[in-house]
């Protein structure tokens, strides 16, 4: 079949890989002139498998009164004039249960363990694929003896559910990353997941540009989509200035901007944006960094090491949808990794980025059909884009090639 992906970030991209593995006809369409420029960019760069617990959870309520009036929260809340906004709140606030959380967690877990063994086959599979990729192993540090212990007992829940964990005290964490010396005092203790990996989001979806475009994918960039028409058939069209394309299947995977272009058509995605930042720093040999990827749970940033390159990444902003730098949020961020690896690298001369996580309330993406037979949906990964893209889009592939899912896929399904 002949099908048109719309967005060129690491969830087009990626989909637009396993269509053509399964012997579609594909092309891209991306509005700007080069792939990867928003969200996959320069996010975390964590493949973080084991941790994909939505940020709805029980406990999160309480802290809303502290992220409305701190400017170095972890995450910040700005109320606007926005229905939208108030729509994505109200139903995070509902999916602030526990038995909503664990709920999504397990169906999660089912996702980026698919994601994990075909990044795994990917790999193997394309080896010119080169992405600053490494199995690394995550830390996960906890600086409350309070919160260390709640994550001692969700140790134990997530063993369950087929994570390799293991509890670190102080003298351990110190002993597995080094660097951690400068904060040694301030640390609880720290859970360990070997088998987490890092690698470069950019890189990695340049390299997938690469291999399609040497296999006959066709690539469409500058190219802006105006409008989705409904043809009165129970098909959609896509108008592109004078333009106007008619494939047997479109895929959206625009990520935040998927939400207006599909409003037109009376489909009201649950996306809403989380603005968030990260700073990449160059590396030497005698830079004090970590090795081992590392998540500081009470600052809610992570570290990643990237070749010769740190990324740290954190924070998120809801009520905004622009992607501008906020430089104090920026510089915050900053400060933050100078105090926890304060010789990691030069400061002064670390490149800035801010970008729209496209998240929704529950924390979980959205795949499949919509009532348009031709119009399917790969959005909504949040913060996880990178984590969930292989397996997202090996399922939606699946199901437009109409095979059976790895997993129960309409777990996914736009919600009615």
């Not at 889009?393 to 309409?410: C, E, F, Q, V, Y």
Request: glycine share 8%; with cysteine.
């Amino acid at each position: 079949m002949e099908v048109v992906v719309l967005g060129a970030g690491v969830i087009g991209l990626s989909t637009a890989y396993y269509l053509h593995a399964a012997g579609h006809q594909v092309s891209v369409i991306e509005r700007h002139t080069q792939t990867a420029m928003e969200t996959s960019y320069a996010n975390g760069g964590q493949l973080s498998y084991s941790y994909v617990s939505p940020l709805a959870g029980p406990g999160v309520l309480e802290k809303i009164p502290g992220w409305l009036c701190s400017s170095h929260a972890p995450m910040q809340f700005r109320p606007a004039c926005d229905l939208d906004q108030w729509r994505w709140c109200l139903a995070f606030v509902r999916a602030c249960t526990r038995q909503q959380n664990a709920q999504s967690t397990q169906q999660l877990l089912q996702l980026s363990f698919l994601s994990r063994s075909l990044m795994h086959q990917l790999v193997r599979d394309e080896p010119a694929l080169r992405f600053d990729y490494v199995r690394s192993g995550k830390l996960v540090l906890h600086r409350d003896a309070a919160a260390y212990r709640a994550a001692l007992e969700l140790l134990a829940l997530q063993k369950t559910l087929g994570c390799e964990q293991q509890a670190l005290d102080v003298d351990a964490c110190l002993k597995l990353e080094p660097a951690l010396k400068g904060i040694a005092a301030q640390l609880a203790g720290g859970i360990f997941t070997a088998s987490e990996e890092t690698g470069d989001c950019y890189r990695f979806c340049l390299g997938l540009e690469h291999l399609l475009r040497r296999r006959g994918v066709e690539f469409q960039c500058g190219t802006q989509v105006d409008a989705l028409r409904d043809c009165g058939t129970g098909l959609v069209e896509i108008s592109c200035g004078a333009r106007t394309l008619r494939p047997q299947q479109i895929v959206i995977a625009l990520g935040c901007a998927s939400t207006a272009l599909l409003k037109p058509l009376g489909i009201r995605l649950p996306v809403y944006p989380l603005r968030g930042y990260s700073l990449t720093l160059a590396t030497t040999p005698a830079s004090i960094a970590p090795a081992v990827s590392i998540t500081d749970s009470a600052r809610k940033v992570v570290y990643a090491r990237l070749g010769n390159n740190l990324r740290v990444a954190g924070m998120a902003d809801l009520g905004t949808a622009s992607a501008e730098h906020n430089q104090t949020r920026l510089m915050s961020l900053q400060r933050e990794a100078q105090r926890v690896f304060p010789d990691a690298g030069d400061y002064s001369a670390a490149a800035h980025w801010t970008g729209l996580r496209p998240a929704t309330p529950q924390g979980k993406p959205i795949l499949g059909p919509t009532r348009y037979r031709n119009l399917w949906l790969n959005v909504g990964q949040g913060a996880l884009g990178f984590t969930l893209a292989t397996g997202s889009a090996r399922l939606l592939s699946d199901w437009i090639s109409g095979k059976p899912g790895a997993i129960d896929r309409t777990l996914f399904c736009l919600p009615h």
